[in-house]
């Protein structure tokens, strides 16, 4: 571990939580990390669209539905949590440098595919300004805001759910024994 001597009660019990084996087979495959990324992309944005809502349309229904959908919201995040190791989670110094090294590439390559998205939505609030002398972007600036704020806070964590590789499977099943002859 990285300065293992340093780790708190709380970096050891982080650690322990976002390692638990229990969770293994939630994301023991790529298949299903993928699909716990779709579902966190889903419920996020479907939480974002309902929050916008709210304040926009004044839809006081959305403060009922949004615990339905932010219970789901928080088991795909230890989903992916556990997936990842707990590589945003945890402190520097409760992670190695191979799990320091993950993080940062899934850092950069949100941080890319985030300015990627950022540029565009810029792009589009622009047009949309040209286009209706001012009128529609200024309605969607608070939107656009709240959204490009959730994208590069979750953006990284998706990026290292989907870059997480399987464990390597063991060279011997439990029943099965090697023949030498």
């Known amino acids: 571990m990285n300065a293992s001597n340093t780790m708190t009660g709380y970096d050891r019990r982080m650690r322990s939580l976002m390692n638990n084996p229990r969770l293994y087979p939630l994301h023991a495959t790529a298949a299903r990390r993928r699909t716990a990324v779709a579902a966190h992309v889903a419920l996020t944005g479907t939480a974002v669209v309902l929050a916008v809502w709210l304040f926009r349309q004044e839809a006081p229904w959305t403060v009922l539905v949004m615990p339905a959908i932010l219970l789901p919201w928080c088991i795909v995040t230890g989903i992916l949590n556990s997936a ?3 590589l945003f989670e945890l402190r520097a110094r409760a992670l190695d440098e191979r799990q320091l090294a993950e993080r940062e590439q899934a850092r950069s390559a949100a941080h890319k595919m985030t300015g990627a998205l950022v540029g565009g939505a810029a792009l589009g609030l622009w047009l949309a300004a040209w286009l209706t002398d001012g009128q529609l972007s200024r309605a969607y600036v608070a939107p656009l805001l709240a959204g490009v704020f959730v994208l590069h806070w979750l953006m990284p964590l998706w990026i290292a759910g989907l870059l997480v590789k399987d464990d390597p ?9 090697p023949s030498y002859s």
């Not at 499977?169 to 024994?177: G, N, R, Y």
């Open 169 to 177: 499977a063991d060279d011997f099943a439990d029943d099965a024994v």
């Open 84 to 86: 990842t190791g707990g």
